[in-house]
């Protein structure tokens, strides 16, 4: 059973998450941007995911290497579903494999 703090925490993070993406489209419901603008709006979401996942790059961990350059391997070649689901069973089974 999921424990209060963890419930919280999820909560938390979705009202957060949610309370971001209105306060986005309040305030820039009835403006006209800019290409440039758009275009700046539309790299944010792959900013934060490069900042998340950055820290897996300075690792020593074997697993995590391997599951990361298997990972660029399949975003070069497959869609975007099969990479984030690929990389999730990769980096699994590596950590399995290298925690033997």
Known sequence: MID???????LTMALVTYATRVTGYLLLRNRV???RMRRMLE????CVLIAVIAP???TQNIAN??????TL?????CSFVV???GSI????????????
């Open 83 to 85: 990479t984030v689901v």
């Open 65 to 70: 290497l391997l599951a990361l350059a298997l």
């Open 4 to 10: 209060l703090s963890t419930l919280l925490t999820i």
């Open 89 to 100: 069973v990769l980096t699994a089974l590596l950590r399995y494999v290298f925690s033997l």
């Open 56 to 58: 897996a790059f300075a």
């Open 73 to 77: 391997l399949l975003a070069s070649r």
């Open 43 to 46: 790299a944010i979401p792959g």
């Open 33 to 35: 941007l800019s290409a």
